[in-house]
């Protein structure tokens, strides 16, 4: 039993080692998209302003965009040419994808190395634990 708990411990300061060391290399902020989504708010030329959740696939922002620009249309006597703005305003959103993307990589970086630690330490005393007497079985 005294194997598992200096693994216990010793696996505990390894973590937090590599765990804060991730965190200063990568910044903190980085992380911050993992739970902080973008949105993005536009105005369009007519003053109607409408907010993009980047949740949302590439897919489902394109037709709300395109929904969005053929209302504008309607309102506005001007012609609005949808998909020169809807590239204009995609390219931001596209930033916020990679943001979620960064965030997401540098937690798995952060994470990942101390589970797979954890798991090789369990198997290593599985394996040392099978090989052992077991000293309450009469011989």
Do not use: C
């Amino acid at each position: 039993m005294r194997w598992g708990r200096g693994f216990f411990r010793a696996w505990l300061v390894i973590s937090a080692l590599w765990v804060g060391l991730a965190v200063m290399v990568w910044n903190p902020e980085t992380y911050q998209g993992l739970w902080h989504k973008a949105t993005f708010e536009f105005e369009t030329p007519t003053g109607q302003r409408f907010t993009l959740d980047t949740s949302k696939t590439r897919d489902q922002l394109m037709q709300v965009l395109d929904g969005e620009l053929h209302r504008e249309e309607a309102r506005s006597s001007k012609q609005v040419e949808p998909s020169n703005i809807r590239e204009l305003i995609l390219e931001k959103v596209d930033t916020g994808y990679r943001t979620q993307d960064q965030a997401l990589q540098a937690w798995l970086i952060t994470i990942m190395p101390p589970l797979a630690l954890l798991l090789l330490g369990i198997a290593v005393g599985w394996v040392i634990g099978g090989f052992r007497s077991d000293k309450s079985q009469p011989a």
